[in-house]
């Protein structure tokens, strides 16, 4: 067993930094809660200590264990601070910012942001029983955001497990601990160091010459999740490989969990990597393939119904443009959806995936719904292409009209009475918006009863009592 190198201790100045305690060690690093004497606020610093090269001078200098060992360290310490320089040009919500890197004692630090909350791991153990099918998607998907973001820059992070991610305050999740990452694009096969902790690393970390990439981070998120369904981690991967039984995912929790996300856990696991997602976008593809076949849904019956609404009561006349008011039926869920994901500051990658569940079948269902009805004037092909020219124009009217004490619908019905009535019928705006406002507002509660259905809106906060759930509305909904 390779022994630790000793930590500096309480009250140590590193720069403005004052070491408070140490959080951990293990891999190739020191973790210790400072404080930062300049901002007066916390912050976490990580210490490239690789143990089984270098030991601890009484000034707090490293030096390596033996003669021979000098080259290697520093050519790691120079890894190292590479890494940092990439990780401190990160600003996701889901990972943990490195604010700052620097030099002393013979070895390299970087500096983090310290998060209240917990970790993963005591929430783990002060959970009673499994996670529900929606908790566990709250806590991953948000992460493989972040992870996809990581490797975009050609990082992995090699040390993913319930320890490295941190529940805040709020209930939302961020990876944090980067010691082990590296770039896996600039190392050569065989260049991999071995890092891994045994439950949630597949079996390429215990091989230097095997291939690292994405796939390697996407075991160990397969194997968290495999955690939260069965209440126990997962066989470690090198038992595995020596014929060690480990049950499946699908097999300990049949019945409680569908079979698209027990899928997906024991893709997750495979042992060959080939087999398993190859990138953290494919893993989000597949774990919310689900979501989207019921956000098609919502989409597709709320734009339905508000065609159905509209034409039982207005009287047919030639002064409607039937391109517009499709185009707008079917933008409205569109944007109520985004804007509840959003938890109400919807962004344009929300509106992108969403526009993107639709087909041309929903344009013509609600088109021959109108001329059954009588309504027949059209100002231009109906498409796609018209909704996703109208998709930015109604949801600014949309939030203009959120910010207001009174949520009225006033300026998105104005827009879309200007868009959808001929000015020969300029007389009928005033019954056109009064009959609108009505269809809105029924999409609206429709809307929100079957994303309550999609999205449970709970979250986990650790108190003095322990870790508690609760419920969180996205957005005030008035």
Not at 33 to 40: A, K, P, T
Request: proline share 5%.
């Amino acid at each position: 067993m390779t022994r630790l190198v000793a930590p500096l201790p309480e009250g140590h100045r590193l720069f403005e930094y004052q070491t408070l305690e140490v959080l951990g060690q293990g891999g190739f690093g020191t973790t210790y809660l400072c404080r930062d004497e300049n901002l007066q606020k916390q912050a976490v610093i990580k210490e490239f200590t690789p143990h089984a090269l270098v030991a601890r001078r009484q000034n707090g200098d490293l030096k390596p264990l033996r003669w021979g060992f000098g080259g290697v360290f520093r050519a790691a310490r120079s890894g190292f601070l590479d890494e940092a320089r990439k990780l401190a040009k990160f600003n996701h919500p889901n990972i943990v910012r490195v604010s700052r890197y620097f030099e002393a004692h013979n070895t390299a630090y970087f500096v983090m942001d310290y998060e209240m909350g917990g970790t993963l791991r005591s929430l783990l153990r002060g959970k009673p029983g499994t996670f529900a099918e929606s908790e566990i998607e709250a806590i991953i998907l948000p992460l493989c955001r972040g992870l996809a973001e990581l490797h975009h820059a050609g990082l992995i992070h090699r040390d993913i497990k319930p320890e490295n991610v941190i529940i805040r305050s709020d209930g939302s999740p961020a990876l944090i601990d980067f010691g082990a990452a590296v770039d896996y694009r600039t190392l050569s096969k065989g260049g991999f160091k071995v890092v891994a902790t045994p439950a949630y690393a597949p079996i390429e970390q215990f091989d230097t010459h095997a291939p690292q990439g994405p796939w390697t981070d996407i075991y160990a998120m397969g194997a968290i999740m495999y955690e939260m369904v069965a209440g126990q981690p997962p066989e470690p991967s090198f038992a595995r490989d020596q014929g060690s039984e480990m049950p499946s995912a699908a097999s300990v929790g049949r019945g409680k969990y569908g079979d698209r996300l027990l899928g997906l856990i024991d893709k997750c696991l495979a042992m060959d990597f080939v087999e398993r997602p190859k990138s953290a976008a494919e893993f989000i593809a597949l774990l919310q393939a689900n979501q989207d076949h019921l956000l098609r849904a919502v989409i597709r019956d709320t734009s339905w119904k508000m065609v159905n609404h509209f034409t039982n009561w207005a009287r047919p006349n030639d002064g409607l443009y039937v391109d517009e008011f499709v185009a707008f039926v079917i933008c409205f869920p569109i944007i109520d959806l985004s804007w509840r994901i959003g938890k109400g500051t919807p962004d344009k990658a929300t509106f992108v995936r969403l526009f993107g569940l639709m087909d041309q079948s929903i344009l013509q269902s609600c088109s021959q719904a109108f001329a059954q009805s009588g309504f027949t004037t059209v100002r231009r092909d109906l498409a796609l292409q018209l909704i996703h020219a109208r998709l930015d124009e109604y949801a600014a009217t949309y939030l203009l009209d959120r910010q207001k004490p009174e949520w009225r619908y006033d300026m998105t019905c104005s827009q879309v009475a200007r868009n959808c009535i001929a000015p020969s019928h300029s007389a009928d705006t005033a019954g056109f918006i009064a009959l609108l406002e009505d269809v809105i507002d029924r999409a609206r509660g429709g809307v929100k009863k079957e994303f309550s259905k999609v999205f449970r809106n709970v979250v986990w906060r650790q108190t003095d009592q322990g870790w508690v759930q609760e419920v969180v509305r996205f957005a005030d909904d008035h």
